[in-house]
T-cell receptor
Framework: AQKVTQAQTEISVVEKEDVTLDCVYETRDTTYYLFWYKQPPSGELVFLIRRNSFDEQNEISGRYSWNFQKSTSSFNFTITASQVVDSAVYFCALSGLNYGGSQGNLIFGKGTKLSVKP | DTGVSQDPRHKITKRGQNVTFRCDPISEHNRLYWYRQTLGQGPEFLTYFQNEAQLEKSRLLSDRFSAERPKGSFSTLEIQRTEQGDSAMYLC????????????FGPGTRLTVT
């Protein structure tokens, strides 16, 4: 079965702090994709990043960076110098080709609610 | 492109009534997904279309739920004989055809069954 675990339910930081959101996944697929989405208070899910299982290079986009480690089945997300506008619920998601998601449906974690205080 | 749109944004209905939601995907996207999200949870997959064909349905999609995508454009999700447990946010997403592409989500329809 495919599963995504986001152990941190809520995190609260002060503006300009760095924060890392953890994501651990389980899958029997050899080819799979991992995603991060942001859900601000307005409610609409916003796509942040997609990473395939063969690409373990870390990625940086502005203040955002992602660390993918197949050895530990983790795909963690770091926000550097957090801002109040980063306050949202962040979801990690998994999609595989063979088990439980043959056509790309996403398996989401329960999300981590990030609050950035001024 | 205006992104994925959903209508209505909010729906309040009485138990036992039927409701129908509409989703308009990004125009060049062949794949369309429906998800359901309850408070404090991540979205859960309901069903998926590739063009007009419904290719996959979750166990969550009971017989009271039906979805269509006529002509491979917009999609509708109907819930018959609504129950209080159906109260949730219903999300629609679309993606390109090739591979396991990222999905772009609409704003959702929040259903409240009283």
């Amino acid at each position: 079965a495919q599963k995504v675990t986001q152990a941190q339910t809520e995190i609260s930081v002060v503006e300009k702090e760095d924060v890392t959101l953890d994501c651990v996944y389980e899958t029997r697929d050899t080819t799979y994709y991992l995603f991060w989405y942001k859900q601000p208070p307005s409610g609409e899910l916003v796509f942040l990043i997609r990473r395939n299982s063969f690409d373990e290079q870390n990625e940086i986009s502005g203040r955002y960076s992602w660390n993918f480690q197949k050895s530990t089945s983790s795909f963690n997300f770091t926000i550097t110098a957090s801002q109040v506008v980063d306050s949202a619920v962040y979801f990690c998601a998994l999609s595989g080709l063979n088990y439980g998601g043959s056509q790309g449906n996403l398996i989401f974690g329960k999300g981590t609610k990030l609050s950035v205080k001024p | 492109d205006t992104g994925v749109s959903q209508d209505p944004r909010h729906k309040i209905t009485k138990r036992g009534q039927n409701v129908t939601f509409r989703c308009d995907p990004i125009s060049e996207h062949n794949r369309l997904y429906w998800y359901r999200q309850t408070l404090g949870q991540g979205p859960e997959f309901l069903t998926y279309f590739q063009n007009e064909a419904q290719l996959e349905k979750s166990r969550l999609l009971s017989d009271r739920f039906s979805a269509e995508r006529p002509k491979g454009s917009f999609s509708t999700l109907e819930i018959q004989r609504t129950e209080q447990g159906d109260s949730a946010m219903y999300l629609c997403a679309s993606s390109e055809l090739a591979g396991l592409r990222e999905q772009y989500f609409g704003p959702g329809t929040r259903l409240t069954v009283t």
